[in-house]
């Protein structure tokens, strides 16, 4: 028989199955009121690294548009529990409103990578943002430990550019890095959308988009996820 459970810092029970074993790795606090888009991955000592982006208190509170760092943890007991925070990257305020949507991919060749969305300010309007765009891309050679930047997979978009939803970077058995995103010329709230893909044959040196893209009706295609 399933059971109530109710997350700290949460308003709301959920459906908790009885062969499952829950745990928190991040409790809402009045400095951090809301945590979104977590990435897990092994590494090579058998314990397990989170990513995910972490609200920072400000008057924007817990809307999409407020201010956003990329948070880590490790767990060395499957996911039981989880060691102390650490922020692995923060947005220059002066140009962006957040860093956000992390994923994380353990290439063929050993290396891990990271890719995090810088979203924009609309500096010369004056106004919220959500209509630019820069997606990097990190690797680290030293199992999570440090992040160096290899650049972007694209930068400062013309309309936002974004993941949503789940963040994904995948690595096919070709050795060939899939992203998808779905992108538009416009702001974030209003501008229709289509979903496509950037792809790299070089582990994330140089990236090109895929040849076709996915439409839909009304607002249209959105947060893909592969």
């Not at 430990?145 to 997979?153: H, K, P, R």
Request: overall charge negative.
């Amino acid at each position: 028989m399933s059971r109530g459970v109710r997350f700290s810092g949460s308003r709301h029970y959920y459906e908790a199955l009885p062969e499952l074993q829950y745990s928190v790795i991040r409790a809402l606090d009045e400095n951090s009121p809301r945590h979104d888009t977590a990435s897990v991955t092994a590494l090579n000592d058998g314990s397990l690294m989170v990513v995910w982006h972490k609200y920072v208190a400000s008057a924007l509170g817990t809307s999409d548009f407020g201010t956003v760092e990329i948070a880590s943890r490790i767990s060395h007991d499957k996911g039981c529990s989880w060691d102390d925070e650490r922020i692995l990257l923060r947005p220059n305020l002066k140009e962006d409103l957040s860093v956000q949507a992390p994923a994380l991919r353990r290439l063929a060749s050993g290396d891990l990578l990271m890719l995090s969305l810088h979203s924009h300010r609309n500096v010369e309007e004056d106004s919220i943002g959500g209509s630019s765009s820069s997606m990097e891309l990190f690797r680290s050679s030293d199992d999570g430990q440090t992040f160096q930047s290899m650049g972007y997979i694209w930068q400062k978009s013309s309309g936002q550019w974004l993941q949503g939803g789940a963040s994904s970077l995948l690595q096919l058995k070709s050795g060939r890095l899939l992203v998808p995103f779905n992108y538009g010329r416009g702001w974030q709230g209003s501008q229709h959308n289509v979903v496509s893909c950037m792809l790299s044959d070089d582990e994330g040196k140089s990236w090109r988009k895929a040849a076709h893209d996915i439409d839909l009706p009304m607002r249209g295609a959105m947060e893909a996820s592969v």
